[in-house]
């Protein structure tokens, strides 16, 4: 990590790498995911990953991946997006920031089809209830994030807050788990506009939106959050305590809450000990 970057980080809970990720990585992982969407709705294995349809689907659909929202949990099996949540360069950046020991614990791609709406302000913390706090995301930009077709927006500085409050997206097309915080200043804002290829690397804490795709075309990420190998992860219980802790989670993650069970839902997966990348 640069000083620059370093100094970004403290100052602001984010920074961005241009140009992390070339053409062919960008177009393999669009294919990757919509050949996902298919072998799902065929009824083919898809490993352990979910699938999230998009609550208010383009109405120009024709393919399956033309209305999905985000496809959860590709880090710890698939060929395509296993190994970036390796890629040396990036495990070089991560583990400047957590140290030498550091897992994977989730990922999502996010299609973000025209018409797809935006998520709120909200801080990915809400969905961590973890011991040590303060996670790192990285969010890849597979296609340009423009004005117009949802881009991020970030609250610089705000990763030095306690998790807020979220409360429930009252919108009729929000999608699953949606929830947003509505006791925060965001004048301060900066809409963070990214070329395919470009990599955000953010705090947990950092509050961060995205705005609804009003273009023709899909705005699609691919987000992996990294923790301290050996964080305590308390979802499960903090489910058990309160059902809708983390807004509204699929049936079968409360399910498994409220059975009393120890795992979390999260997939763990060490990629370094003592600084060196786990193949
Ligand atoms: O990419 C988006 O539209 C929103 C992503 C996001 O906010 C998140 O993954 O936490």
């Not at 294995?45 to 352990?48: R, T």
């Not at 949990?73 to 060929?79: C, F, S």
């Not at 705000?158 to 998790?163: A, F, G, N, Q």
């Not at 795709?213 to 023709?216: A, E």
């Given at each position: 990590m640069t000083t620059e970057q370093r100094k970004s980080w403290d100052a602001n809970g984010y920074f961005i790498l241009e140009g992390f990720a070339d053409a062919a990585t960008c177009d393999g992982m669009l294919a990757r995911a919509s050949e996902l969407c298919r072998k799902d709705v065929a009824g083919e294995?898809?490993?352990?990953s979910l699938v999230d349809p998009e609550r208010?689907?383009?109405?120009?659909?024709?393919?399956?991946?033309?209305?999905?929202s985000k496809i959860f949990?590709?880090?710890?099996?698939?060929?395509i997006f296993g190994p970036f949540a390796r890629d040396k360069r990036l495990l070089d950046v991560i583990s400047d920031l957590l140290g030498p020991d550091v897992d994977c614990f989730l990922s999502q791609f996010i299609?973000?089809?025209?018409?797809a709406i935006g998520q709120p302000w909200h801080q990915d913390s809400l969905y961590f209830p973890f011991e040590p706090d303060h996670q790192v995301g990285i969010w890849l930009a597979v296609t340009d994030a423009t004005p117009v077709n949802g881009p991020l927006s970030v609250l610089p500085g705000?990763?030095?807050?306690?998790?807020h409050e979220h409360v429930a997206?009252?919108?009729?097309?929000?999608?699953?788990g949606y929830t947003e915080i509505?006791?925060?200043?965001?004048?301060?804002a900066q809409q963070v506009l990214m070329n395919a290829g470009d990599l955000l690397v953010f705090d947990s804490h950092l509050m961060h939106r995205s705005t609804d795709?009003?273009?023709?075309g899909a705005r699609a990420a691919m987000v992996y959050h990294y923790a301290i190998a050996g964080t305590v992860d308390r979802t499960y219980a903090r489910l058990r305590e309160q059902s809708d802790a983390m807004g509204a989670m699929p049936d079968d993650i409360k399910e498994s809450a409220a059975a009393g069970e120890?795992?979390?839902p999260y997939h763990w997966m060490p990629v370094t000990r003592a600084g060196s990348p786990i193949e």
């Open positions: 294995s898809i490993g352990h208010n689907p383009w109405t120009d659909a024709v393919n399956p991946e033309d209305r999905v949990i590709l880090h710890d099996w698939d060929p299609f973000k089809n025209p018409s705000s990763h030095r807050e306690p998790v997206d009252q919108r009729p097309d929000a999608n699953l509505v006791d925060m200043d965001f004048a301060d795709n009003l273009s023709d120890q795992e979390s």
